[in-house]
């Protein structure tokens, strides 16, 4: 059964940072573009960072570019999303999916090319 698992949320003051964890079971992640996305309450589902199954290249959103980083560990079949300099703005349930077609990268943003998504996990940013 393919599954995902977000982990490594929680409550951090502005300025703080977190890693979060995507973990896969019943596939390998790195044979798939891997997406981070955020929800806030009552806003849509949007796309915050992506990694190409290729060559591993990064794509960000421009609100995050320089303050999140997004990592494959192979080994591990886990994918990460380093996040520092957190702001309020940040604070959603952030989700992990994986693409199972070929995803251009001008689209790898978009909740629609995904295919597989994790339950979410919580972050929020307050003082």
């Known amino acids: 059964q393919v599954q995902l698992v977000e982990s490594g949320g929680g409550v951090v003051q502005p300025g703080g940072s977190l890693r979060l964890s995507c973990g896969a079971s019943g596939f390998t992640l790195d044979y798939y573009v891997i997406g981070w996305f955020r929800q806030a309450p009552g806003k849509e589902r949007e796309g915050v960072s992506c990694?190409?199954?290729?060559?591993?290249?990064?794509y960000y959103e421009n609100s995050v570019k320089g303050r999140f980083t997004i990592s494959r560990d192979n080994a591990k079949n886990t994918v990460y999303l380093q996040m520092n300099s957190l702001k309020p703005e940040d604070t959603a349930v952030y989700y992990c999916a994986a693409a199972t077609s070929p995803v251009w990268e001008a689209l790898c943003l978009l909740p629609s090319e995904y295919d597989y998504w994790g339950q979410g996990t919580q972050v929020t940013v307050s003082s």
């Open positions: 990694i190409s199954d290729s060559d591993g290249s990064p």
